[in-house]
């Protein structure tokens, strides 16, 4: 099938090969995981904000200092903003990093009675956090999946295998949602970020060695 989506040809996956092209990636990365270290929902939150434009390892190692420091969610809602830039500073972008972790953390202390929420809703209420941030904070502390967290890995290659062309991530999952059955949804993510750091890389990807290159479109 081909699809004409603004001015631009694709080839679109059958939903056949679809499910067949997540069987075996699933097989392919059988120990995918969150690869974001976390103790508590809140410390996924910082995670989560400090993880934009930084790899995970980095952030594995400052959140823990962090909440070394402010172990709880009242104590980093009180502390000075500068002290939890300092801290954070290697992550990048800490300014507003750090504005967002301090408002998320007066946020679920005042609106939340401490704990983070588990509705989507009440998740996108805090700073920095997205839809993609909410899925995975349900799926990984809640264990409730109402959607796919469609992230850079995602987005690049959903577009390559011809899963999805929409423009943005919020349409990417609901096209993703339309494809795939709700059982696959919370390992669809972890399957495509493992595949997007070892095979299918940015800029160079690894097609000779792709376990799906049969049934991959190679869209560009
Ligand atoms: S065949 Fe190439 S473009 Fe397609 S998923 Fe594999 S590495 Fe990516």
Excluded at 78 to 93: L, S, T, V
Excluded at 103 to 111: G, T
Excluded at 202 to 208: F, G, I, K, L
Aim: proline fraction near 5%; aromatic fraction near 8%.
């Amino acid at each position: 099938m081909v699809i004409n989506l603004e001015n631009k040809t694709y080839k679109k996956i059958t939903k056949k090969n679809a499910i067949l092209a997540y069987e075996k990636l699933n097989e392919t990365y059988q120990d995918a995981k969150c690869s974001l270290d976390f103790t508590s929902p809140f410390e996924l939150v910082v995670a989560l904000i400090l993880a934009a434009q930084c790899t995970d390892e980095r952030v594995n190692q400052i959140v823990p200092l962090l909440f070394q420091k402010f172990p709880t969610v009242e104590q980093i809602a009180n502390a000075p903003i500068e002290e939890i830039e300092q801290i954070i500073k290697p992550c990048g972008f800490f300014k507003n990093k750090a504005s967002s972790i301090k408002q998320s953390a007066c946020i679920v202390n005042e609106k939340f009675a401490g704990k983070v929420p588990d509705s989507m809703e009440d998740l996108q209420q805090l700073k920095g956090i997205g839809r993609k941030s909410a899925n995975i904070i349900l799926q990984e502390c809640f264990h409730h999946t109402v959607g796919i967290a469609v992230d850079t890995h995602v987005t690049r290659i959903a577009r390559k295998i011809g899963l999805s062309n929409s423009p943005t991530p919020e349409k990417i999952e609901q096209d993703l949602m339309k494809i795939f059955p709700k059982s696959y949804w919370y390992r669809l993510n972890h399957i495509l970020v493992y595949h997007g750091r070892a095979i299918c890389i940015a800029r160079r990807p690894q097609c000779d060695h792709c376990p799906i290159s049969s049934l991959c479109k190679k869209n560009d």
